[in-house]
C-alpha cells in the first residue's frame, strides 16, 4: 500500500507479516452470470478476455482451471515496467480486460479516470483479504482494484561466484577487476533505476530534488560501461544461466529461477530496498461483456485455494488471508518472501509524485540515451 512517510510503511509491513501468519475460510467460486443490460437483457460475460500483465507473474494452471470452470479463456500480454503499462492506456489503447499496475501506478491511473469502478456484487471473495489490504490507502474500499500480491526489489547473484552483496556497492562501485562486470543488469524501469542509485547515495527514493535527481542520473551513467543492459523481463533466467553474476531485481523472480539454479540467492541491501503491492484492476476502455468476466476471474483469484496456488508457483507475498491455510511451511517461513523485522525496516514504498514523475522519465530517458563514459 501506497503510505506518504517511511514510519506509515514500516507500521503497515509489520502489520502484513502478522497478518500473513492469520487463517481465514471462504472459497466462494465465480458467481453467476446475474447482470443485465440497459434493455433489461441478461449480460453474458465475454468468452475472451486479454490479461495485461508482468511477465512470469501467474501460474499458467489457474487460466486453464478457470478457463475450464466458466468457459472464459484469458490470454496475457505483457509490459515490462508501469511506466509502459500507463503510457499504453493514456494512448488510447484498448481490448484489455485485467492490468496488474504497482500501488503509485494505481494512483496515477485513478486519478487519470483510466480505472473502471468494480461492482463488489461480484466479488463475495473479497471478505478473504485481510483486513489491513481490503482497507489499504491506494484504493480505500478496493473501489477500483484489489491487491494481488506484494513483495522486495534488491540484488539477486550467483552465490558460488560472488560473496553476499551487503550493499547496493555491488552495482555502484563495480569496477573492471570485480567478476560481475559486464555481467549485471538493472531493471529497465524509471523509478526502480533511481531508487536503487538514490539508496546507494543516502537519498529518499522519493524525493524531488532535482539535484540529489542528477546526481543520482550521474551515478547510473557512469556505472553504465559495467552493466550488460538494463532487463526487466528475464534478469533471472540469466543469472540462473551463469550468463550474468548479479541482477537489480524482484525476489520472487530470483526464488523462481532458483528452481534452475540452486546457487541463485537474493539479498536486501543494507542501504534498503523498495517494498511494493500489486494490485488487479479493470481498465475503463473494458467493455461490459469484458468486465463481468474480468470480474469473475478477479473472484476466482481472491479463492483460498487458488491465492495460495498463485503464490506458491510465484514466490511472492499474498494479501489473501484465506490462503493460509493451503500454504506450504516452506513458503511461509521463507524469509527472502516473508521478510524479518530487522530487513522490513530497511523498506521504503515508492510514492506517485504526480506531475513531478515525469521527471524521473526524463531523467531514466537520459541515463538510456546517454554514451557509456
Known sequence: MLKTTRSKALLLVSLLIMLLSACAGGTDTPPANGETTDNGESLEPAGEIVLYNWTDYMNPDILESFADETGITIIEDYFSSNEEMIAKLQGGATGYALIIPSDYAVTILKEQGLLARLDQSNLPNLKNLSDQFRNNDIDPGNEHCVPYQWGTTGVGYDSELIETPSSWAAIFEANPDSPQW??????????????????????????????????????????????????????????????????????????????????????????????????????????????????????????????????????????????????????????LINPPQEVLERLVFIQALGEFDAVYTRLWDEVKAAPAP
Not at 214 to 219: G, W
Not at 290 to 298: Q, T, Y
Not at 300 to 326: C, H, K, V, W
Request: glycine letters at 8%; proline letters at 4%.
Open 182 to 335: 559486464e555481467r549485471m543488469t538493472m531493471l529497465d524501469d524509471a523509478r526502480e533505476g533511481f531508487a536503487a542509485a538514490l539508496f546507494y547515495l543516502g537519498y529518499d527514493i522519493n524525493t524531488t530534488d532535482e539535484t540529489q535527481l542528477q546526481e543520482a542520473r550521474d551515478l547510473l551513467i557512469q556505472i553504465k560501461p559495467g552493466l550488460a543492459g538494463y532487463d526487466s523481463d528475464i534478469y533471472e533466467d540469466l543469472v540462473a544461466s551463469g550468463e550474468n553474476l548479479v541482477a537489480h531485481g524482484w525476489n520472487g523472480d530470483f526464488l523462481m529461477a532458483q528452481e534452475e539454479n540452486e546457487n541463485v540467492d537474493y539479498v536486501i541491501p543494507t542501504e534498503g530496498g523498495v517494498i511494493y503491492m500489486e494490485a488487479v484492476c479493470i481498465p475503463l476502455s473494458a467493455s461490459p461483456e469484458e468486465k463481468l468476466a474480468a470480474e469473475m476471474f478477479i473472484n476466482y483469484l481472491l479463492r483460498g485455494d487458488i491465492g495460495a496456488e498463485l503464490s506458491e508457483y510465484i514466490y511472492y507475498g499474498t494479501p489473501n488471508a484465506a490462503a493460509q491455510e493451503f500454504l506450504s511451511e516452506e513458503y511461509k517461513s521463507n524469509p
